[in-house]
């Protein structure tokens, strides 16, 4: 009998996909099915980056591209991380890859070996744990919940540090509960890295520009730790182009190096016509990134406001992205008829097949208390999923 490899039995398949899918047969079928479940943004993307694109074609842009990206879009990102967040590099420290997520595994499989630890906090994006084991290394998971607003402290950091950690993925605005750390609190965590030189940072940053309470802190900016930190972004979020699939790093030169050479044996450089327009992106107008973001913070309002008189719901403010993660444990053991909600997973079922809402159990996130509502759709859209998650919620008992 064929068997598929260890590294692959390993793996836990993607809830929010397989969410997503499952939506998708739905409205197959007919059902009128609400999607809260994608994490991505509803708008198209703007128009200035699509001429882009189609000039790269019409210029004949259609060859392979450089590992590492084109020079022009990495000294565009150079720019961009000087001008937005006061960081400064060098080009050959940025490495464009097919999306942010191929840019975070590339460090993971480039720094981490068995036995090699990886500190995360939870609730925690489904992939980072799933990346860990890839690389054949070890999660330690630090569990934050809603009363602390989802963010590890620096005592929790320290007392997790053990000599064989190796690595801290932080992302902030987080997926999935749309926390965002202040300059403060990231300091307390580097006050406490700059003790142990041998921790790198990966900072995930992809909802930067979501962002409610201000500029955007990054981990990168603190002198002591400045040279551990791989920051990593992309154009998914911030300028509607989940479908572009590029997203880079900006790291020490060694890891910069490090993640070039495994690229170019496994997918090579990234399309080149979707650098092209990542180039406008970064280069160009910006009102759209602020436009998208006002929209964000309305629907935010909005799901808060409908959420928070709901019984047995534990909602807190994000501060960005585009999430809502409320706490729904109240909610476990009760039952509709002969169905009985065991866990995150039942519940959230139970809303796709009776109220018609997807959404996302916290279980895959590293938080089973808690589910995942995506606000990344329109506002008549979700008035109308939550009028649905409350009257299926109110017929449990």
């Given at each position: 009998?064929?068997?598929?490899?260890?590294?692959?039995?390993?793996?836990?398949?993607?809830?929010?996909?397989?969410?997503?899918?499952?939506?998708?047969?739905?409205?197959?079928?007919?059902?009128?099915?609400?999607?809260?479940?994608v994490g991505e943004p509803d708008f198209f993307t703007p128009d200035h980056i699509k001429e882009a694109a189609k000039k790269a074609?019409?210029?004949?842009?259609?060859?392979?591209?450089?590992?590492?990206g084109y020079m022009d879009l990495r000294n565009a990102i150079v720019e961009k991380l000087k001008k937005e967040n006061n960081l400064e590099y060098t080009a050959d420290r940025i490495i464009v890859s097919n999306g942010a997520k191929q840019s975070v595994c590339n460090v993971l499989l480039s720094i981490i070996g068995p036995g090699d630890e990886v500190i995360i906090p939870a609730p925690y994006w489904v992939s980072y744990v799933e990346m860990v084991k890839l690389a054949e290394g070890t999660n330690v998971i630090i569990p934050a919940g809603i009363e602390q607003d989802f963010k590890i402290t620096p005592a929790q950091l320290e007392a997790a540090i053990t000599p064989k950690t190796k690595a801290l993925i932080l992302c902030s605005p987080s997926n999935p509960t749309g926390s965002v750390y202040s300059k403060e609190e990231l300091k307390g965590l580097a006050d406490v890295l700059s003790r142990y030189p041998n921790?790198?940072?990966?900072?995930?940053?992809?909802?930067?520009?979501?962002?409610?309470?201000?500029?955007?802190?990054?981990?990168?900016?603190?002198?002591?730790?400045?040279?551990?930190?791989v920051v990593i972004n992309g154009v998914s979020k911030a300028y509607a182009m989940t479908g572009w699939r590029i997203g880079f790093i900006a790291a020490p030169l060694w890891i910069a190096k490090a993640c070039n050479k495994l690229q170019g044996q496994y997918t090579s450089g990234a399309s080149s016509i979707a650098q092209k327009a990542s180039v406008a992106a970064f280069t160009g107008d910006q009102t759209c990134v602020k436009t998208m973001r006002e929209a964000f913070l309305r629907r935010r309002d909005l799901v808060v406001e409908l959420c928070k008189d709901i019984p047995g719901l534990q909602i807190n403010i994000p501060q960005g992205a585009f999430y809502l993660f409320p706490k729904v444990s109240a909610y476990y053991g009760k039952s509709a008829g002969d169905r009985k909600i065991n866990d995150a997973a039942d519940l959230a079922m139970y809303l796709l097949e009776v109220g018609h809402v997807a959404t996302v159990g916290g279980t895959a996130f590293g938080a089973p208390e808690?589910?995942?509502?995506?606000?990344?759709?329109?506002?008549?859209?979700?008035?109308?999923?939550?009028?649905?998650?409350?009257?299926?919620?109110?017929?449990?008992?």
């Open positions: 009998m064929t068997q598929v490899s260890d590294r692959l039995e390993r793996l836990s398949p993607s809830e929010t996909l397989a969410m997503s899918q499952k939506s998708q047969e739905l409205k197959a079928q007919g059902v009128d099915v609400i999607n809260l479940s074609i019409d210029d004949n842009f259609s060859f392979y591209s450089p590992v590492p921790i790198i940072v990966l900072a995930d940053e992809i909802y930067e520009h979501i962002n409610y309470v201000g500029a955007h802190q990054s981990i990168a900016q603190f002198e002591s730790i400045k040279d551990r930190v808690y589910l995942r509502l995506s606000y990344a759709t329109s506002d008549e859209n979700l008035v109308e999923a939550i009028r649905r998650i409350r009257k299926a919620l109110a017929e449990l008992s």
